[in-house]
């Protein structure tokens, strides 16, 4: 199930590496196999305790395996364990990050800009409204209400004024809505979300882009989870204009560790301005920042950060680049036809109701019933149903007010209701719809 047979690479490799400090003295490092033979197998007997997030049948929340390289490129780098704060203590690895970062850039089509990896979406995110605070300072930030949570919290930490924007029937930012905030506030950023973590919806950027030439605010794309989604050659018409139209933004924020095949602790931030360079500026007795070349840390919040990251991304895109012609875009492609594959079972099945068209590569739906409660309950059982037979979804919680669009007969008998949801991540869902589907529906037989 696991591929082991890419790990003897890594011994010809670690190998390699050595060779390259072979003037150095010998340091004569003897380890304890067999006190590492056991705590490496109680790490694993620990780690059973799992979901099968690896497997196709694991369809549930938003997780992804990491690329064998990705995976052997970041153990590799861990002998030499880079820091990329500074050039002094990761000269190759912020190498890699910059090459990396560029061809991310690429990917949305800018050629200048300033951009880093972070440790995550949430780091990153933090980075582009910290900016965007520092240059609208006491504007409003606003999202869709069905934005991430962090945008929230981030606002409260930075000290910014914060309000959430009513969605439309796609779970998109709703532009009516948008409109009258800007007639009536101070609006200084717009965040839109390219792929919200609930529903993979992309917010109406083209609009928002037209409405930023009359109101002047800054747009940052939080597209933490669907940025890949650029190279897909099988978007709805909607979803291509907003890609297309990425470049005219202000900020981008985009997680490799979602999409991008890595490990956790990878997310990017890109500025279109390189000048917003100025605002980390800082000035430390004990950075040793030694050359006048670019060092990470005078363009980051984050101090320390892992250049195994870097090392990783960067192997990834040399087998993988992010080309619309390639095999990482077919995979995107494959995710997304997985889930308008899912999609079309739902509609066409009478027991149950699609919330909305996927704009990505997830599906939230939910079995039909007289009330929101019923919904919720029935959504509540199917979870556990398909759990027990290794068919692993997730549970989303969804107004019942918008439910009642597509579910006109039911009673709204509270605020919200439980759907199902599948991120559909891995291009193997595709050939895992059938054996999906007829888990799911052995579940439904099962389930009063
Ligand atoms: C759209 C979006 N933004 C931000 C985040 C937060 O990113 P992270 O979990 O990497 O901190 C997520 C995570 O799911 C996300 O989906």
Same mark, same amino acid.
């Given at each position: ?16 590496? &050595? ?30 305790? =799992? ?14 395996? *990491? ?14 364990? *880079? ?53 609208? *300072? ?95 050659? =099988? ?20 997680? *490799? ?67 619309? &012609? ?61 759990? &027990? ?48 589907? &007829? ?10």
């Amino acid at each position: 199930m696991f591929d082991s047979k890419s790990i003897s690479l890594l011994t010809e490799a670690v190998k390699h590496l &050595e060779s390259g400090f072979s003037e150095l003295p010998d340091i004569n490092q003897e380890p304890d196999l067999e006190g590492l033979r056991k705590t490496l197998l109680s790490v694993a007997e620990t780690m059973r305790d =799992n979901y099968p997030y690896f497997h196709p049948l694991y369809a549930g929340q938003m997780m992804k395996p *990491p690329h064998p390289v990705a995976r052997l490129a970041y153990t590799l780098a861990l002998w030499i364990n *880079p820091n990329n704060h500074a050039l002094d203590a990761g000269r190759a690895s912020s190498q890699l990050e910059k090459d990396a970062v560029a061809s991310i850039a690429e990917m949305f089509g800018w050629d200048k800009y300033l951009g880093h990896l972070t440790g995550g979406g949430t780091m990153a995110n933090l980075e582009a409204l910290w900016v965007a605070g520092r240059l609208n *300072p006491g504007k409003l930030i606003v999202t869709s209400e069905q934005a991430h949570y962090t945008h929230g919290r981030i606002s409260e930490i930075l000290g910014l004024e914060f309000k959430p924007v009513p969605c439309d029937q796609k779970a998109r930012m709703d532009l009516k809505a948008l409109k009258q905030i800007l007639e009536t506030e101070n609006v200084g950023t717009v965040v839109i979300t390219v792929g919200t973590t609930g529903t993979g919806s992309i917010d109406p950027l083209v609009e928002t882009l037209e409405l930023q030439s009359q109101y002047g605010f800054r747009i940052h794309i939080d597209s933490a989870y669907g940025g890949y989604f650029t190279l897909a050659d =099988n978007l709805s018409p909607h979803g291509r204009r907003v890609y297309d139209a990425l470049k005219s933004v202000d900020s981008i924020v985009i997680d *490799p560790h979602k999409h991008g095949l890595q490990p956790y602790g990878c997310g990017c931030v890109l500025f279109r301005d390189p000048a917003i360079g100025r605002f980390y500026k800082h000035d430390s007795p004990y950075t040793y920042f030694s050359s006048s070349d670019l060092h990470l840390g005078e363009i980051s919040l984050e101090c320390s950060r892992a250049g195994a990251s870097a090392v990783a991304l960067w192997a990834t895109q040399q087998l993988l680049p992010l080309t619309r &012609e390639g095999q990482f875009a077919s995979d995107l492609s494959k995710s997304r036809s997985a889930a308008l594959d899912l999609h079309q079972r739902v509609q066409e099945d009478p027991r149950f109701v699609p919330l909305m068209e996927p704009d990505t590569d997830i599906v939230v739906w939910a079995p039909k019933a007289e009330s929101a409660s019923r919904v919720s309950q029935l959504s509540r059982r199917i979870f556990e149903k398909t759990a &027990e037979k290794n068919l692993h979804l997730a549970v989303f919680s969804y107004p019942a007010k918008k439910m009642k669009a597509v579910l006109k007969e039911m009673e709204i008998d509270q605020e919200s209701v439980a759907c199902l949801r599948s991120c559909l991540m891995k291009p193997q869902h595709k050939e895992w719809m059938d054996r999906i589907w &007829e888990l799911l529906n052995q579940s439904m037989q099962e389930i009063d």
